[in-house]
């Protein structure tokens, strides 16, 4: 891991003092236990503050738009995977980017900590070990216990598109996905999802911290905000909320590479998840697609064949 | 005076009848402030909640009016049904919050009645903290955990009591139902002394943080401190002190409601215009804005920094933007000299 | 006035759906039923749209929302379009509106799907009929997404 942040921090020293950049975007130690935060590095002196660990659980590619001038990115496998899809979208030119590739075997799931030992204090990782002493308790934890749900089916691990790749590559089974968290849920009856979904979207206060940390949503305004015509009126209401949540889902169709940012950034420990994998299934089981594995390609909903399934949806006469 | 917590709990199960009852209580997420109707509801041993209870006098989501039109006559019905209630379990950096709310909601020109309405028929019953968090830092503000302003009663766990102190008349009479009142023993009282002079480990020195932002609308600590901000609402709507909000109406037809729903400044089109004009259209500008109106617009409007230490942001913000850093960074940050 | 109370209680419920249908095919199949005076239940309100591609997913959501106890959606068949690949690149999102929907609990049979030709009037009449006894049997909707003018925060 060590050998990982030195190559980061020299490629950020060296595109930066040639020139070939105006900012490094990567990862930093944020300010509490277990937490990395999003860090742009301007000047050489400073890249001795990028990290690369268990904790480095942002999704970058969304900062890049708004980011003037030539960026190089740290990107892990799912962040370059938003990459190709803003690429495809042309959100972004290429030529202003430099992506720093590296393999990523995961990130942690700090909900899961904080409800077993409270308020974390202090912790540390070690060799895919994570010692954690928190308010309530002190515990030991194995790296795969700990890993974030959507990096347990994650299926690029490695940046699909990279200028440079740092570390090594991690294998990947090529089996094709298998969605059982989805299927499970389908297996349901239509009132226990009902009932289920109810009960996430009771836990909404639309802070919007789900949509904003989505690198996918970047409408200049979000049809939550627009007023005419009005969809949605702040009424924050478990019926209100499926409706704001149902609407960005199915505007991300397609789309949504699965890096899991929206479930990470929720303060309220929604489910979003749920909702965009049962979407990402559907465009793999419907369509044979899934979003943003390279450069080249559209998304889902912009392509279409003369052999789309219909017999699903069609009015049955 | 203590009284112990089986007899504290008969007084709170008889107040249920004629109160509605906030308290906190375990959910999914954490803690919550919810209406329970019983003392064994009641979870004992906590932090605090995730999202803070201003809520209850300044609702997310709240109809201010409702209209009708008949013919050329139009008939306004006002839409605040309040209760009495008692908040209980507020920690004392939330009950300074309500405060400093206080100071918004009324002030020499203006009473905001909805506002009004709900904090004089609640009484608030503040606990102090047994137990600190890393990222508790309310004694920055002067705010001690075991704080008893904005409180109309303060109670201190003693273990299988509550110590209670009567901090203004409304508590008092409150009080007043209270049995079985006994005189703190040498030990308890010590342990009241200890728990009232905790400090919070964690401090932000902000004795000349005011004045330095006078001098800072220009810096250019402002250009690297807002880059990883996401702009979302989750600060916003996770701090005690955070009032602003938005007001539309909803009409259909010949009826409608008039509505205030929470607002952040953080969003980007919270200052649009109807002209269409955005003077604060850079995320730079929202962030100078935030930290300016907390540490030293509200301190020369009020003669208070709008921060109690309560430390939601910090732990709740997706990019883990810590404002104990930033007001670090902006004491630090050099001035330019025009 | 207990003539009144009877009739009432006689009245059937007649399911209120909102009609998609666009303007080339769909929309000319509806209004060949008319001239053809072919009898269709009138529970259907109808809004023109230029192409099924045009459907935003929230025009969907928004007619629920606003009380509609069904949807409908209408375009040409795959082949036909007027804009040539409108109806293409809207089945690939019928596909998935329909999917989610029913994902979060909203029963099948509220949201339906067509393909109807501008010839097909009496075609356009049975898929309204089918619609309108399968949404009926559901009952009014029970507010799944329901936007209400200043509704309150429930507990």
């Known amino acids: ?62 900062y890049l738009a708004k980011t003037p001038g030539k960026k190089a990115i740290v990107a892990k496998g799912c962040d370059s995977r938003a990459l190709a899809v803003l690429l495809q979208e042309n959100q972004l030119v290429r030529d202003d ?83 059982a968290d989805v299927t499970e849920m389908e297996n349901k009856s239509n009132s226990e999802r009902q009932e289920y979904f109810k009960e996430q979207m009771s836990k909404c206060i639309r802070c919007y911290a789900c949509r904003n940390a989505c690198p996918l949503c970047y409408c200049q305004e979000c049809f939550v905000d627009c007023n005419s015509p009005k969809w949605l009126t702040g009424g924050v209401n478990r019926a209100e909320n499926l409706f704001f949540q149902a609407g960005r889902v199915l505007h991300l169709a397609g789309r949504c590479v699965d890096c899991g940012a929206c479930t990470r950034a929720c303060p309220q420990g929604v489910d979003i998840r749920a909702l965009n994998r049962k979407m990402t299934k559907d465009v793999y089981v419907m369509f044979n697609h899934e979003s943003g594995i390279s450069e080249e390609g559209k998304p889902a909903l912009n392509e279409y064949s003369a052999n789309d399934p219909e017999e699903q949806f069609l009015v049955k006469e | 005076m203590k009284i112990s917590k089986e007899k504290f709990g008969q007084a709170f199960d008889a107040l249920v009848a004629e109160y509605q009852i906030i308290a906190p209580v375990s959910d999914a997420n954490g803690i919550a402030f919810k209406g329970v ?83 004089e028929k609640s009484v608030i019953i503040g606990v102090a903290c047994n137990k600190i968090a890393p990222t508790c830092f309310c004694s920055s503000f002067g705010i001690s955990p075991a704080g008893s302003e904005g409180s109309d009663l303060l109670l201190i766990d003693l273990g299988d009591s509550y110590d209670v102190e009567m901090i203004t008349e409304k508590g008092k009479a409150l ?88 607002d952040a400044c953080m969003a980007p089109l919270f200052t649009l215009h109807g002209s269409g004009h955005n003077p604060r259209d850079q995320k730079k500008a929202r962030w100078r804005q935030r930290l300016m109106h907390k540490f030293n617009y509200f301190v020369h409007n009020n003669g208070a920094m709008a921060c109690v230490g309560c430390g939601r942001c910090i732990k709740s913000c997706p990019v883990n933007m810590d404002i104990r850093q930033v007001i670090d960074g902006a004491n630090k940050a050099e001035l330019v000299v025009e | 006035m207990g003539e009144i109370q009877v009739e009432a209680e006689n009245k059937k419920y007649e399911p209120k759906i909102a009609a998609f249908l666009c303007n080339w095919c769909s929309y000319a199949g509806a209004d060949l039923a008319g001239v053809g005076r072919v009898q269709y239940p009138a529970t ?41 690949s409108g109806n293409y690149v809207a089945r690939r999102k019928f596909a998935l509106i329909k999917s989610l929907l029913n994902h979060v609990g909203l029963e099948e049979d509220r949201i339906s799907f067509s393909w109807v030709s501008a010839a097909e009037g009496i075609r356009f009449a049975e898929v309204v009929k089918g619609v309108t006894e399968r949404v009926s049997a559901l009952g009014p909707n029970n507010g799944i997404f329901k936007v209400d003018d200043g509704g309150a925060a429930d507990e």
């Open chain 1, 1 to 62: 891991m060590n050998k990982i942040i030195n190559d980061i921090r020299e490629t950020a020293r060296q595109l930066l003092a040639e020139g070939k950049v105006d900012v490094v975007i990567g990862y930093e130690k944020g300010s509490l236990p277990l937490k990395a935060t999003p860090c742009f590095v301007h000047s050489p002196e400073s890249v001795d503050l990028l990290i690369w660990d268990e904790t480095c659980e942002n999704n970058l590619a969304g």
């Open chain 1, 97 to 179: 980017l430099y992506i720093i590739g590296v393999s990523c075997h995961g990130v942690i799931d700090q909900r899961k900590i904080g409800a077993e030992v409270g308020e974390i204090l202090e912790a540390s990782i070690n060799d895919g070990k994570i010692s954690v002493k928190g308010m309530e308790g002190d515990k030991e934890y194995l790296f795969t216990e700990l890993k974030d749900a959507t990096c347990q089916t994650c299926r690029y691990p490695n940046p699909v598109i990279e200028d440079l790749h740092i570390g090594e590559t991690i294998e990947v089974a090529q089996e094709a996905p298998a969605f």
């Open chain 2, 37 to 119: 109707k019983s003392f064994s509801e009641v979870k004992q041993d906590y932090l605090n909640s995730k999202l803070p209870p201003k809520a209850f006098f300044f609702p997310q989501h709240e109809k201010l009016m409702s209209y009708k039109k008949e013919g050329k006559d139009v008939s306004v019905k006002s839409e605040l049904k309040v209760e009495n209630t008692v908040l209980f379990g507020i920690r004392p950096c939330d009950a300074k919050g309500m405060q400093l709310l206080d100071m918004v909601f009324k002030n020499d020109q203006y009473t905001d009645p909805y506002y009004y309405e709900r904090r």
């Open chain 2, 175 to 262: 009080a007043a139902r209270f049995e079985a009142l006994s005189e703190l023993s040498a030990d308890e009282q010590a342990l009241v002394d200890k728990i009232k002079s905790a400090v919070t480990p964690s401090k932000v020195d902000v004795s000349n943080t005011t004045s330095k932002l006078d001098k800072m609308f220009n810096s250019p600590f402002w250009d690297t401190l807002q880059e990883k901000c996401i702009g979302c609402n989750v600060c916003s709507f996770s701090c005690p002190t955070c009032h602003c909000f938005d007001i539309s109406e909803e009409v259909r037809k010949n009826e409608g409601t008039r509505v205030r729903t929470w």
């Open chain 3, 44 to 84: 259907i309100r109808t809004i023109r749209v230029p192409c099924s591609g045009r459907i935003n997913p929230l025009y969907v959501l928004k007619a629920m929302a606003n009380g509609a106890d069904g949807v409908l959606v209408s375009g040409c068949h795959p082949g036909d379009c007027h804009y040539i």
